[in-house]
């Protein structure tokens, strides 16, 4: 009984740690993305370039306090979409809103989840 305790428990202390990381992992890894095509895309790389460093600042935020940082994420995500026009094309809305509306939702489970 106790035994069987103790591995719910550990299986549980690791899905809370994949919850922790992967919205970190995965701005990261977006984040990355956004600079390379910003890097390759001349001036119109700027504003690419403005966005990528909104992004490490909202990170910034979003890694020490999680609930602030995911609501200013998917805002932030939201205000891309108007601003880009990417709720009328499928795939700027799959490229520009959706990771950050995903990451944004895995900050706020994290936060749940691990407080």
């Keep these: ?3 069987k305790k103790k591995v719910e428990e550990k299986g549980k202390d690791g899905m809370n740690s994949v919850i922790l990381w992967a919205p970190r992992i995965l701005m990261i ?8 095509f910003a890097l390759s895309g001349g001036l119109a790389g700027i504003t690419k370039i403005i966005i990528v460093i909104f992004l490490l600042i909202f ?4 890694w020490q306090r999680e609930i602030i940082g995911g609501f200013v994420i998917l ?3 939201f205000s891309m979409g ?3 026009g990417a709720f009328s094309d499928p795939r700027g809305f799959g490229f520009l809103v959706l990771p950050i509306w995903l990451i ?4 706020l489970v994290s936060h749940k989840i691990n407080n």
């Design 29 to 36: 890894i977006y984040i990355a993305m956004l600079n390379y």
């Design 75 to 77: 805002a932030f995500g």
């Design 82 to 84: 108007v601003f880009f």
């Design 104 to 107: 944004g939702i895995l900050f």
């Design 59 to 62: 990170l910034i935020i979003a």
């Design 1 to 3: 009984m106790v035994r």
